[in-house]
């Protein structure tokens, strides 16, 4: 969906996430959680900062009660079953990629929904850092443009980031259910 988030709360998030960026507090990613966390390079090269209403910020606040407004809608029209969710702002530097993947953990399928919002302005065909989802017989590209929203069922479609020319910026979360 385009225009998921509006110009003005697009762009204080990504304020958000430039100044995160150059406060060194953006740390790098791991693949799977607790025992199977590994800083692995070779898979991905964005690095990460967990949003918090406990940060008290206004631009994280409002982005999430639109978040909290989405799945209040999911759960009365779709059955969905969300209980939780977890965000995290992503920086990807020019050069930076995410190999093809699945998010769910492998021991732990809480993981449902994904969704991933773009925070990038001027966005043109040449940045590339386009968005990949394999499907069985293709495979659709996605640019990740301003106020962009994509979400999926985190355990069935396989994903990759491909190579960026310029920064790249965006939230990531996932939706939960018991
Ligand atoms: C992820 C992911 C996609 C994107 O963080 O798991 O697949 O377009 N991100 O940033
Ligand atoms: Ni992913």
Request: with cysteine; aromatic share 14%.
């Amino acid at each position: 969906m385009d225009n998921f988030l509006d110009d003005n709360l697009a762009n204080h998030l990504k304020e958000n996430l430039l100044l995160l960026f150059s406060e060194k507090q953006m740390k790098i990613a791991g693949i799977g959680n607790n025992s199977k966390f590994q800083q692995d390079k070779l898979v991905r090269s964005d690095v990460i900062y967990w949003l918090d209403r406990k940060h008290n910020n206004a631009s994280e606040n409002s982005f999430f009660d639109l978040i909290d407004e989405f799945v209040q809608y999911l759960n009365r029209t779709c059955y969905s079953g969300i209980t939780g969710y977890e965000f995290h702002y992503a920086y990807y530097e020019k050069g930076s990629f995410y190999k093809r993947h699945l998010d769910q953990f492998r021991d732990n399928q809480s993981r449902a929904y994904s969704m991933i919002i773009y925070l990038n302005p001027d966005w043109i065909a040449e940045d590339g850092g386009e968005l990949c989802i394999y499907h069985k017989d293709t495979a659709q590209i996605i640019a990740p443009t301003n106020g962009k929203c994509v979400f999926f069922k985190s355990e069935e479609l396989e994903h990759e980031v491909l190579l960026n020319h310029k920064p790249r910026m965006s939230i990531t979360g996932w939706f939960k259910t018991n």
